[in-house]
């Protein structure tokens, strides 16, 4: 149950504000402990080694829900007792995402697993490429481990930890991180300049983007584009995104929708499909679906391999087919009962994603549907249209939060920039969704709510009318 309500508070400090925020700390601690219960692992220490059957779980709701609060509710409290000077310089400072880069790239996490007492950064360091300096390396690993990833047992002697295995590269997670920290960051640094170029500034078209800007030199003219230079780097890509829907907890939409009632042979067309993470669990789950993946052919070729390897009896039985395609210039198979986008939209400024849109639009049946699978921003500020979202489950959080819960969903403020950064593109409010589906003769018929993502399903304007 979430508690989003401190009005039951037996805390007082003097400060009804104070009062507030540390009941709901209290409370969604207890909301996440008793997910843990339920569980039946109990809690994981901060230095396990082992994962927790918490750790990949993708349904996890109510535990995604208490932390949105429990985030929240700790930063304001901090930065309501902090000097400013102190919470303003410290953002100024993210210096963690190199240090967890270079940690990455030079597999320091998974050369740790052979030594779970420890290693020291002398040694660490006389295994890496090139041969680290080791004072330096300390420098790093000290930053991480005060952040509790990795464990520093005696001086300079590390060991994995709970965060710090999610490094280990088998992990996709750790392909995320690589990807924000290498490739986005690319843009995200060069923003203040290509936000005042006159030739970048005002232009929203996705090759004028931050990051379009920064290799402007390399010969790319987007960020697709690039990887279409850089094939190999492709498969690297791809296990991020298998990362980045593990991290969102994408795959709760295996169970959470009602893909069992549907027909023997329904058609499940994913629009932009990676190597199709979601599809590959569905198919899995749902022997009824017959999956078409669709996709840049660079995409499709490592879709084929990881099917070849995961889910071989849906290529020889033609559960699954395989078909590159440009969504900008052309439209999907035809006739499908789904079409299915996760992270195309947000890719997209409004007259790029209205042409997918339309592309789709084009060779839908009356009875076919397009589900859009997306962060939903929230909005920053309380208005009187609340009482219309607490009915559709898009509740904004309790005072003293932030209605949109501030930095308890500060990945969807870091994917708006991230979307910004990368494709003068955004993460989207229900409102900028609909409108987007209404320019391509879409109607927004439903919003299933998955907590950090949600799902919105369209159909064409006056089917049935
Ligand atoms: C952010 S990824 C999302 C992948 C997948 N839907 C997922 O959520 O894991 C965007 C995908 O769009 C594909 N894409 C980009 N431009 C495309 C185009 N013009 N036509 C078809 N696919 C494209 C990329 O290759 C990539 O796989």
Same mark, same amino acid.
């Given at each position: 149950m979430e508690h989003n309500s401190p009005s039951s508070s037996v805390i007082q400090t003097g400060s009804k504000e104070i009062d507030k925020l540390l009941t709901m700390i209290i409370t969604s601690t207890q909301d996440a402990l008793a997910e843990y219960k339920k569980s039946g692992a109990g809690l994981p220490s901060p230095h396990a080694t082992e994962a927790h059957p918490l750790d990949s779980a993708s349904d996890e709701f109510a535990l995604k829900r208490a932390l949105r609060i429990l985030e929240g509710a700790c930063e304001t409290l901090c930065t309501t007792l902090a000097q400013p000077m102190h919470t303003i310089l410290n953002r100024s400072m993210p210096f963690e995402a190199q240090c967890m880069r270079l940690i990455v790239?030079?597999?320091?996490?998974?050369?740790?697993?052979?030594?779970?007492?420890?290693?020291?950064?002398?040694?660490?360091?006389?295994k890496t490429k090139n041969q680290m300096n080791p004072r330096k390396l300390g420098q790093v690993m000290g930053l991480l481990a005060a952040r509790g990833c990795f464990r520093e047992v005696s001086e300079n002697t590390f060991t994995n930890n709970r965060l710090s295995l999610t490094l280990v590269s088998t992990n996709p997670v750790a392909s995320m991180v690589h990807l924000c920290s290498y490739e986005i960051q690319k843009s995200i640094n060069v923003l203040p300049e290509a936000m005042t170029d006159?030739?970048?500034?005002?232009?929203?078209?996705?090759?004028?983007?931050?990051?379009?800007?920064?290799?402007?030199?390399?010969?790319?003219?987007?960020?697709?584009?690039? %990887?279409? #230079? +850089?094939?190999?780097?492709?498969?690297?890509?791809?296990? =991020?995104?298998?990362? !980045?829907?593990?991290?969102?907890?994408?795959?709760?939409?295996?169970?959470?929708?009602?893909?069992?009632?549907?027909?023997?042979?329904?058609?499940?067309?994913?629009?932009?499909?990676?190597?199709?993470?979601?599809?590959?669990?569905?198919?899995?789950?749902?022997?009824?679906?017959?999956?078409?993946?669709?996709?840049?052919?660079?995409?499709?070729?490592?879709?084929?391999?990881?099917?070849?390897?995961?889910?071989?009896?849906?290529?020889?039985?033609?559960?699954?087919?395989?078909k590159a395609f440009d969504f900008f210039a052309?439209?999907?198979?035809?006739?499908?009962?789904?079409? %299915?986008? #996760? +992270?195309?939209?947000?890719?997209?400024?409004?007259?790029? =994603?209205?042409?997918? !849109?339309?592309?789709?639009?084009?060779?839908?049946?009356?009875?076919?549907?397009?589900?859009?699978?997306?962060?939903?921003?929230?909005?920053?500020?309380?208005?009187?249209?609340?009482?219309?979202?607490?009915?559709?489950?898009?509740?904004?959080?309790?005072?003293p939060l932030l209605p949109n819960y501030g930095s308890g969903n500060l990945r969807h403020h870091n994917q708006n920039l991230n979307m910004l950064g990368l494709f003068n593109a955004r993460q989207r409010t229900r409102g900028q969704f609909r409108a987007l589906g209404e320019s391509a003769g879409l109607e927004l018929v439903e919003v299933l709510d998955l907590v950090e993502m949600h799902v919105l399903k369209f159909q064409k304007i006056n089917v049935g009318a």
């Open positions: 790239e030079n597999r320091i996490a998974d050369l740790l697993e052979k030594f779970p007492n420890g290693l020291h950064v002398a040694e660490i360091a006389s006159p030739e970048y500034a005002i232009t929203e078209s996705a090759e004028k983007s931050a990051y379009t800007f920064a290799v402007r030199d390399e010969g790319a003219t987007s960020f697709y584009g690039w %990887y279409q #230079k +850089h094939p190999e780097l492709q498969g690297q890509f791809d296990h =991020a995104m298998i990362g !980045l829907s593990r991290v969102e907890g994408s795959l709760s939409i295996v169970n959470n929708y009602p893909w069992s009632d549907l027909p023997q042979g329904t058609t499940f067309c994913d629009v932009g499909s990676g190597v199709g993470t979601i599809p590959l669990a569905l198919a899995k789950a749902h022997p009824n679906l017959r999956i078409i993946l669709q996709d840049l052919p660079g995409a499709i070729e490592e879709a084929k391999q990881l099917w070849k390897t995961e889910f071989p009896e849906a290529i020889e039985t033609g559960k699954v087919t395989f052309e439209s999907p198979m035809e006739d499908q009962d789904f079409y %299915y986008m #996760k +992270h195309i939209m947000h890719n997209s400024p409004d007259a790029e =994603a209205i042409k997918i !849109l339309k592309n789709i639009a084009a060779v839908m049946k009356p009875s076919s549907c397009v589900l859009i699978h997306e962060i939903v921003m929230m909005d920053g500020v309380r208005s009187a249209e609340d009482q219309e979202s607490q009915a559709t489950s898009m509740a904004k959080a309790q005072e």
